[in-house]
């Protein structure tokens, strides 16, 4: 079974198609500035790997907020994300082919806590920005808005009274 990995990431979008190593990937510069701009960059790769391959699967990993129906919440280093779908978006170029999809810290974390076998793990992500997750009984830990531990967007407001401020 053939699955395609695709990371978003707001410098560079890389795409790797994996049996049981990864057997062929790519990876291009984000230049998109709109969701059409990131649909004509993105288009011609999908239908090479959809084409060339067997894809079973799609897993999507985004640097954001997403609810559970694909809807991004938040995209801080891309805004013009912000109230797309993307599972909606991806559906569009790959015909019945089961999409999957969580931001990329989590999925980053989440395997690399899988792969070493551990129970509690806490991973930090440095790219564009600052990822993190909280792996706790081999479980992701979120929030209701599936935005929590996201260590580079913890605001914090010194104008606020009170001894921790100071």
């Known amino acids: 079974m053939k699955t395609l990995g695709i990371d978003i ?8 198609v994996l049996d049981d190593e990864i057997i062929d990937n790519q ?22 790997f959809t084409s060339k391959y067997e ?3 799609i897993g999507i990993g985004f640097p954001g907020a997403i609810s559970i129906n ?5 995209a801080p280093n891309m805004p013009y994300w912000t109230n797309q779908n993307l ?9 019945n082919i089961p999409i999957f999809f969580q931001n990329d810290a989590y999925f980053a974390g989440f395997a690399e ?22 792996v706790r009984d081999r479980q992701i830990v ?5 935005f929590s531990g996201e260590l580079g ?11 921790n401020f100071r």
């Open 27 to 48: 990876e291009i510069a984000n230049t998109a500035k709109s969701i059409s701009e990131f649909n004509n960059l993105i288009a011609p790769i999908l239908q090479k």
């Open 9 to 16: 990431g707001g410098s560079f979008i890389k795409f790797g």
């Open 55 to 57: 894809i079973a699967a």
């Open 87 to 95: 599972s909606d978006l991806f559906s569009n170029y790959v015909n």
């Open 113 to 134: 806590a899988k792969l070493n076998e551990l129970d509690e793990y806490y991973f930090i992500t440095l790219g564009t920005g600052i990822g993190s997750v909280l």
């Open 153 to 163: 967007h913890i605001i914090i407001n010194f104008n606020e009274k009170g001894d």
């Open 70 to 74: 694909g809807l991004i919440i938040s």
């Open 142 to 146: 979120t929030s209701k808005n599936n």
